[in-house]
């Protein structure tokens, strides 16, 4: 069956350090990704969406890839700060208006 | 409004009783899902609203579970029978196109 997995241990970068989150699909070819941040008590917000002839895309501090042969998208947030602190949930396509999510990666940025 | 609005925030409710949560989407959005959270796992897609079209239930896990949403607008879940495993955070979300959505806070529901 379809599955997305996302690492489920908190991720723990130093203040201005690049934090690298890892999201893995398998047994289906999605045309997109996204990812969105989610904070304690709070719905998802959308932060980035890449498409499978996608390589790469950036936002400010946020860059995510896209590697159909891995079957992987990492997502980059460079010169991280204590704001940025959340969790972090990976989604990709199932169907034209259907999302499979990850459970999410818990980041945690220390000064 | 500005944003997805959900009510309410939390829910505390007896087994076997019968609840209602209501979801009022950004304005002019035609797409809207509804989905289940619990600790530690993913979004679970329980149903979808398209316009004037009918609804995808295909994500609803019992018969208890319903929805319906009036004039292309509000939504409301309605759960009958509660039970303690349907506790968890039920999410709205509304969108224009289906590649963003807007999440409302949720509503952290309690059955005990």
């Known amino acids: 069956s379809q599955k997305i997995e996302q690492n489920s241990e908190a991720l723990n970068i130093q203040e201005g350090k690049t934090a690298t989150l890892t999201c893995n699909y398998t047994?289906?070819?999605?045309?997109?990704l996204q990812w969105y941040r989610q904070d304690p008590g709070r719905g998802p917000v959308f932060l980035l969406l890449?498409?499978?002839n996608e390589k790469e895309k950036r936002k400010e501090r946020l860059k995510v890839t896209f590697d159909t042969t891995l079957k992987q998208s990492l997502f980059h947030i460079t010169a991280s700060q204590p704001a940025d602190s959340a969790t972090y949930l990976c989604?990709?396509?199932?169907?034209?208006?259907?999302?499979?999510w990850g459970a999410g990666t818990k980041l945690i940025i220390k000064p | 409004g500005a944003g997805v609005s959900q009510s309410p925030s939390n829910k505390v409710t007896e087994k076997g009783k019968d609840v209602e949560l209501r979801c009022d989407p950004i304005s002019g959005h035609t797409a809207l899902y509804w989905y289940r959270q619990s600790l530690g796992q993913g979004l679970e897609f329980l149903i979808y609203f398209q316009g004037n079209s009918a609804p995808d239930k295909s994500g609803l896990p019992s018969d208890r579970f319903s929805a319906e949403r009036t004039g292309g607008s509000v939504s409301t879940l309605t759960i009958q029978r509660t039970q303690q495993e349907d506790s968890a955070v039920y999410l709205c979300?509304?969108?224009?196109?289906?590649?963003?959505?807007?999440f409302g806070q949720g509503t952290r529901l309690t059955v005990v």
């Open positions: 890449i498409r499978e």
């Open positions: 979300a509304s969108s224009q196109t289906p590649t963003e959505a807007f």
């Open positions: 989604a990709s396509q199932k169907s034209n208006y259907q999302l499979i």
């Open positions: 047994n289906y070819s999605p045309a997109y």
